[in-house]
């Protein structure tokens, strides 16, 4: 069964680094999604994109924060300058190529997270 | 302001039970419904939703949830609990419209020999 990946599985790094966390869509979805889960706190949403573009953000996703999808097969969230409160669990999601005002809903599926700890 | 709510943090059933794991919401519109669920170390596991029409649905490993659009809830249910289906469940919504799903703060399934 298809399923999304995402690499590393725990990123350790300084407060002010910049880093970029790694997901591999399943293949055939045109629809990529980031979450975080703050130690204790409930899953928040990002970011959604879409044909290269930003669909919808949250608050949270703020300048520090931007996504790519450099090739046909990665998508990456890269933060520029880490704060101690971005340390979280990041979660990744990919579903297939209906969006939210079509008719039909596709769930999105999700990779098993990469844990960023800031130092 | 938008929000999901699993008032227990968890449930405790004995295997071979019936197990009811609850979710109410609080999102404008006729939004659309989920259950996740996470095993150790693993992502968030689709398990089922609801879109429209019928208010019960069934989905993986023998799982329903029952829509109830005046109580606002979507609980999940499953006639009899088996000790792997020992979790963290997620209810979560989305409205029509956005992208973005909104997550319950999850419940814990303990399910005993």
């Known amino acids: ?119 | 302001a938008q929000s999901v709510a699993q008032p227990e943090d968890q449930v405790n059933v004995a295997e071979g039970n019936p197990l009811t794991v609850k979710c109410t919401y609080s999102v404008s519109g006729n939004p659309y419904l989920f259950w996740y669920v996470q095993y150790p170390n693993r992502g968030l596991q689709f398990l089922l939703k609801y879109i429209t029409g019928d208010n019960l649905v069934k989905g993986s490993y023998g799982f329903e949830a029952e829509f109830n659009k005046s109580q606002t809830s979507f609980h999940l249910k499953k006639p009899s609990a088996l000790v792997s289906d020992s979790a963290l469940y997620f209810c979560a919504v989305r409205r029509r419209g956005s992208y973005k799903l909104i997550f319950g703060s999850g419940t814990r399934l303990l399910v005993r020999p």
């Open chain 1, 1 to 119: 069964e298809p399923e999304v990946t995402q690499t590393p599985s725990h990123q350790v790094t300084q407060m002010g680094q910049e880093v970029i966390l790694r997901c591999v869509p399943i293949s055939n979805h045109l629809y990529f999604y980031w979450y975080r889960q703050i130690l204790g706190q409930k899953v928040e949403f990002l970011v959604s994109f879409y044909n290269n573009e930003i669909s919808e953000k949250s608050e949270i996703f703020d300048d520090q924060f931007s996504v790519e999808r450099p090739d046909g097969s990665n998508f990456t969230l890269k933060i520029r300058s880490t704060k101690l409160e971005d340390s979280a669990m990041y979660f990744c999601a990919s579903s297939e190529n209906r969006g939210p005002g079509t008719s039909g809903y596709n769930e999105q599926f999700f990779g098993p997270g990469t844990r960023l700890t800031v130092l």
